[in-house]
């Protein structure tokens, strides 16, 4: 390498050569490690394939998976067995509790029937006892009008302990109420139907009939107001304040007239609503109402010509013979009577609508010969 006349490419070719060398050099130790191993395992490799070996690695295996079946096998049964148990634990739990929610939901229903049955044996009592009660207080509050008298007879009842079974203390509150004053009925803190039949009340609905060929339009506009008032079922008890207006009508007050009658205050409250051309003057009697129409040559006897629809009756307590016929004839004063507004004619009969029949504005038939009947008045639409 150091010689001047070698050339270079020859220097590096002896230069790789001793390189080469000296790795071979360098890789010889492991190159002994790794064929010493090499025949290691070519020895352990022929010890392993020898039948000895074989057979007893083989009967090792054998062994090793009998021993891991038979764990196996001993796990699974007793890990059946494990849910066996447990399944049948379950079930009986299950089953007890399925047999104490049966047990609780029959009690439960049991103590809803004992209950529903006693609630109602309960309300029937008490039912029972309630209607006695309302019936006692019916009874004995239709047995009087007066607005002061029912509140005694209530307070009585309530006192006495009859009632109990009612609100007790209301009832008596409502009987004291009406006894501080003298109230009329319509004011009356007691219901003053309270007691009452139904068939005492007036229900109507009547029609307003078809105008009467020959009947003047004020007899005619009297009939349309005497059916607005029917179908308003006018009745003392329940309709004091529409009465007082009939009072009114012929100046007198509601409060002193409270059991007076009041047809004639009715016909002449129905007068002055139509206004007819030729006036009669309101009156709270029947006789004079006849007398005052007579003189205005408004009136007529049975049989004088034919009643129509809108005519008014008149009717006095007197009979055939002189009195009717002085009656008749202007003569009588305050007689007591009756009056009503024709509402249809049937022959030799008549239907009116009546103020004070039974208390009430209600319809009434009678026959033309009746031994009372005054005569009938027709208002005009212009003087005679």
């Avoid at 103590?111 to 019936?135: V, W």
């Avoid at 004088?304 to 009656?327: M, Q, T």
């Avoid at 031994?371 to 208002?379: D, E, T, W």
Wanted: proline share 6%.
């Amino acid at each position: 390498m150091k010689d001047p006349d070698l050339p270079p490419e020859y220097k590096r070719i002896l230069l790789d050569k001793a390189l080469e060398e000296r790795a071979q050099l360098a890789l010889l130790p492991e190159k002994r490690a790794e064929r010493q191993t090499s025949d290691r395992i070519e020895r352990l490799k022929f010890w392993h394939n020898t039948p000895l070996v074989v057979t007893l690695v083989g009967t090792i295996t054998i062994m090793a998976n009998g021993l891991v079946g038979y764990f196996q096998s001993q796990q699974t049964t007793f890990n059946s067995i494990a849910i066996k148990q447990l399944e049948s634990t379950l079930g009986e739990a299950q089953k007890r509790s399925d047999d104490e929610r049966e047990r609780q939901l029959a009690k439960l229903k049991n103590d809803l029937q004992e209950g529903a049955a006693a609630a109602d044996a309960t309300r029937k009592a008490t039912k029972e006892e309630r209607d006695f009660a309302y019936k006692v207080i019916e009874k004995e509050l239709a047995k009087s009008d007066d607005t002061r008298a029912r509140a005694a007879v209530l307070l009585f009842l309530v006192r006495a302990g009859v009632l109990n079974s009612l609100n007790r203390g209301e009832l008596e509150r409502m009987a004291l109420a009406d006894l501080e004053g003298t109230k009329s009925p319509s004011e009356a803190v007691i219901p003053p139907t309270l007691g009452r039949r139904d068939f005492e009340l007036p229900h109507y609905n009547l029609q307003p009939p078809a105008p009467s060929p020959g009947q003047t339009q004020s007899a005619s506009r009297l009939l349309a107001l005497a059916v607005d008032e029917i179908n308003k079922n006018v009745e003392e008890t329940t309709s004091a304040d529409r009465i007082a207006d009939y009072w009114r009508a012929v100046n007198l007050d509601p409060m002193q007239m409270r059991q007076a009658p009041w047809s004639a205050a009715f016909i002449s409250w129905l007068i002055l609503k139509v206004d007819s051309p030729v006036k009669i003057t309101p009156s709270a009697a029947n006789a004079q109402i006849w007398n005052d129409a007579l003189s205005k040559k408004l009136t007529f006897l049975p049989g004088e010509k034919p009643v129509l629809p809108g005519d008014i009756a008149v009717f006095l307590r007197v009979r055939a013979g002189s009195e009717l016929s002085d009656a008749r004839a202007g003569k009588s004063g305050f007689t007591p009577g009756q009056s009503g507004v024709i509402y249809s004619v049937e022959g030799s009969t008549f239907t009116s609508i009546e103020g004070n029949s039974a208390d009430a504005v209600r319809l009434v038939t009678h026959g033309m010969t009746e031994p009372n009947l005054l005569g009938f008045i027709r208002l005009a639409d212009a003087a005679p």
